[in-house]
């Protein structure tokens, strides 16, 4: 056992002895603040290093007095150095610092993720949908601008109006089997052609 170490574990015990004699209580609490004096700034510097951040540090320094405090009674000189056993409390406070600002992040993306669909969703369309029908619309628009005019001029009917063969037949005044082609090729053209755009 190192001699410097002697004075950090007549303190630990100090700091334990409350637990066997409440009578003890005001010099336990003398005892941890000495200690706290003589060790915290390395201990301190080991909080930075684990959590890379001044202010987490100080919140991980102070958990782990706060359980130097509560587990005094458990430490065993002939197990470790005081300052390893102290040093792998605030390591192991660090850690839960870490852990726990790790599941905020997440939290919070979740969140965001949240209100970020809230506000995406709904009746709006999705702008990749609206850009790639605007795409179509006009790749239609050339196509059917390819096709002869009487042959644009059924199909125009026979989509935008849902006129049958029969009635375009009679609207236009064509023959069934006329009207049947034209619509036959037209479809051909445009399916050719709109697979070009594609």
């Given at each position: 056992m190192d001699s410097a170490d002697l004075?950090?574990?007549?303190?630990?015990?100090?700091?334990?002895?409350?637990?066997?004699?409440?009578?003890?209580?005001?010099?336990?609490?003398?005892?941890l603040?000495?200690?706290?004096?003589?060790?915290?700034?390395?201990?301190?510097g080991l909080a930075v290093k684990v959590v890379s951040n001044r202010d987490g540090a100080e919140d991980v320094l102070q958990e782990a007095f706060v359980q130097i405090?509560?587990?005094?009674?458990?430490?065993?000189?002939t197990?470790?150095?005081?300052?390893?056993?102290?040093?792998?409390?605030?390591?192991?406070?660090?850690?839960?610092f870490l852990r726990r600002r790790a599941a905020e992040r997440l939290d919070r993306t979740?969140?965001?993720?949240?209100?970020?669909?809230?506000?995406?969703?709904?009746?709006?369309?999705?702008?990749v949908d609206t850009a790639?029908?605007?795409?179509?619309?006009?790749?239609?628009?050339e196509c059917l601008g390819k096709l002869e005019a009487r042959q644009r001029e059924v199909l125009s009917l026979a989509y935008l109006r849902d006129l049958s063969h029969n009635e375009l037949a009679e609207q236009l005044k064509l023959p069934l089997g006329t009207v049947k082609t034209w619509i036959r090729r037209g479809l051909e053209q445009l399916r050719g052609c709109m697979g070009r755009y594609a």
């Open positions: 004075p950090l574990i007549a303190l630990l015990e100090r700091v334990a002895a409350r637990l066997a004699d409440a009578a003890r209580q005001r010099d336990s609490e003398r005892a603040r000495e200690l706290y004096d003589q060790t915290s700034s390395r201990l301190y405090w509560r587990s005094a009674g458990d430490y065993r000189a197990l470790s150095p005081p300052m390893a056993w102290m040093g792998m409390i605030v390591r192991s406070r660090a850690l839960d979740q969140e965001l993720d949240e209100a970020i669909a809230d506000t995406v969703a709904g009746d709006a369309p999705d702008p790639q029908a605007s795409e179509q619309a006009w790749a239609l628009h």
